[in-house]
């Protein structure tokens, strides 16, 4: 076998073990598809470059790695893009060594080149005003898009996370939502009455009829159904917000994230603590919390330069 071919043959092994982690992402770490799909995609790019560059991926060095980064840079990929690149190398590696399929893990000793701080874009609640007052609220339609709009911003959900809502997972009565977040963690959310109200009317008259759209089968369990009947995706919902975005004239890089943000920022702003934020958000760390801190204290400073006399 020539040289030419034994790396091949390597290759072939290791693209294995790719696909083996691919799998244990999605059936025990419990990743959405969309994640596993993000990982599968930056995977294949770098088992691309490997191939193409001769490196053993097997043994692969520090230096190695940090070509490839470099190659990622040239060619014209954003800091943060490049990051996401190399979360998913480290990660791979991490899982090899413990696998006892590697021996060395060089991405675990390779720095992850720096982001510029940037704060969240936020709404007020006046623009969330507007998002509604978009909705017709005589159609099934709008009184869909006024209900997820009213519980977007009152729960701070992800919209990946509000289109696997069903509607068992919203309680009435109760005043909650359970929400499935990463890794499938669930959490239990407050819901103030305006929003349950917007849900009440929903589920009573809108839902049903949006439900009976159905073409054969079940009619399904999705609490945001889709003119068809169908549940509602993540990608279907963004439209939905981006079209009231639109509609209300408001800044059209706004997008549901962004009403997350605003969430948080409101809470820590009335007084909530950083914990209860964390748990409410469900980050797994309380260092993607903090960056709120940092926004509420700009709005203050903000507040300040054009309420006091001086502040100019």
């Known amino acids: 076998m020539s ?4 790396r091949e043959a390597e290759q072939e092994v290791f ?5 083996d982690y691919l799998d244990y992402l999605a059936s025990v770490r419990n990743l959405s598809q969309n994640t596993v799909r993000s990982y599968a995609t930056d995977l294949e790019a ?12 097997a043994t692969v060095s520090h230096r190695s790695l940090r070509r490839y980064l470099a190659e990622l840079t040239r060619a014209g990929y954003s800091t943060r893009t490049v990051n996401r690149h190399l979360s998913a190398v480290r990660g791979l590696y991490k899982w090899l060594i413990g696998q006892g399929r590697v021996s060395s893990d060089a991405a675990a000793a390779l720095a992850s080149p720096k982001i510029a701080k940037t704060l969240p874009r936020t709404m007020t609640d006046i623009d969330v005003s507007s998002l509604v007052a978009t909705c017709d609220q005589s159609s099934p339609e709008g009184a869909r898009d006024r209900a997820f709009i009213e519980l977007l911003y009152a729960t701070g959900a992800r ?7 069903d509607v068992r997972d919203v309680d009435l009565r109760q005043a909650q939502a359970r929400l499935f977040g990463k890794g499938s963690k669930e959490r239990i959310v407050p819901v103030y009455p305006r929003a349950l ?11 049903p009829q949006l439900a009976a759209r159905t073409k054969g089968g079940s009619p399904t369990t999705a609490l945001f159904v889709s003119v068809r009947g169908n549940r509602m995706s993540a990608d279907a919902l963004r439209t939905c917000f981006e079209r009231h975005v639109a509609m209300a004239g408001l800044d059209g890089g706004l997008t549901p994230h962004a009403m997350r943000h605003t ?27 903090q960056i709120y801190t940092h926004l509420s204290v700009e709005r203050l400073k903000e507040a300040t330069r054009q309420a006091h006399p001086r502040g100019e």
């Open 159 to 165: 919209i990946s996370e509000i289109s696997r809502l």
């Open 263 to 289: 969430y948080a920022t409101e809470l820590l702003s009335g007084g909530a603590d950083l914990r209860s934020v964390q748990e409410l958000l469900g980050h797994e760390s309380l260092a993607t919390t």
């Open 197 to 207: 109200g917007a849900l009440a009317s929903y589920l009573e008259s809108s839902r």
């Open 46 to 57: 770098y088992c691309s470059w490997v191939r193409r560059e001769g490196v053993s991926a």
């Open 3 to 6: 040289s030419a071919e034994a």
């Open 15 to 19: 693209d294995g073990y790719v696909r």
